[in-house]
């Protein structure tokens, strides 16, 4: 399951991800520095526990896919 743990920043970071995009174009596109892209990125994978860009892109799809089944009914949510 997911580290909801991830900021906001490192949440909206790993979207631009799913979508092929560079870290330039990430920074473009959230109007920061490519640094702090690679900051977010960096953060997300010792959140994570991935070793890539590529296995966090897909961790990610996956954690995303999970928050929306939960949202929708289709899975129980998690004991408290």
């Known amino acids: 399951m997911a580290n909801f743990n991830l900021t906001p920043a490192e949440v909206a970071v790993l979207n631009l991800l799913l979508q092929g995009m560079s870290n330039r174009s990430i920074a473009a596109a959230r109007l920061v520095s490519i640094r702090t892209v690679e900051s977010h990125i960096s953060r ?15 961790w990610w799809m996956q ?4 928050l929306e089944e939960m949202c929708t009914g289709k899975v129980p949510p998690l004991p408290a």
């Open 44 to 58: 997300a994978l010792d959140k994570s526990g991935c070793q890539s860009r590529l296995q966090l892109t897909l």
């Open 63 to 66: 954690q995303r896919q999970s």
